[in-house]
């Protein structure tokens, strides 16, 4: 069974940075497409970065391209957000997920594997 957790949120000032941490379990983590999503309060979650199994291809949300990075560490089992020149509209719960298959997806419903989501708040 495959165990999504994230870490690293927090409460930064705008302008700041932050580093978020998706650790998955399971041998299928090296084949697995991996994305982050977020939620703002009383709303759906939006989709904000993307990388492929290998790490060679990556999409971005409009709002965040040039201010945030995902990578991955495949020997660790671990993905990376690092959230630079945070704005307080980037304030979200943020989601990692995870599907076992090569293309990269913005979709929701593409995701099967969920994290329970980090809380990152930016202060104006």
């Known amino acids: 069974q495959v165990q999504v957790v994230e870490s690293g949120g927090g409460l930064v000032q705008a302008g700041g940075s932050l580093r978020l941490s998706c650790a998955v379990s399971?041998?299928?983590?090296?084949?697995?497409?991996m994305a982050w999503f977020r939620q703002h309060p009383g709303k759906g979650r939006d989709f904000v970065a993307a990388?492929?199994?290998?790490?060679?291809?990556?999409d971005y949300a409009d709002s965040v391209k040039g201010r945030f990075t995902i990578s991955r560490d495949n020997a660790k089992n671990t993905m990376y957000l690092q959230m630079n020149s945070l704005k307080p509209e980037d304030t979200a719960v943020y989601y990692c997920?995870?599907?076992?298959?090569?293309?990269?997806?913005?979709?929701?419903?593409?995701?099967?594997?969920w994290g329970q989501g980090t809380q990152v708040t930016v202060s104006s």
């Open positions: 399971g041998r299928t983590f090296s084949s697995s497409t």
């Open positions: 990388i492929s199994w290998s790490g060679a291809n990556t």
């Open positions: 997920a995870a599907r076992l298959r090569s293309a990269l997806t913005t979709r929701e419903q593409d995701y099967v594997n």
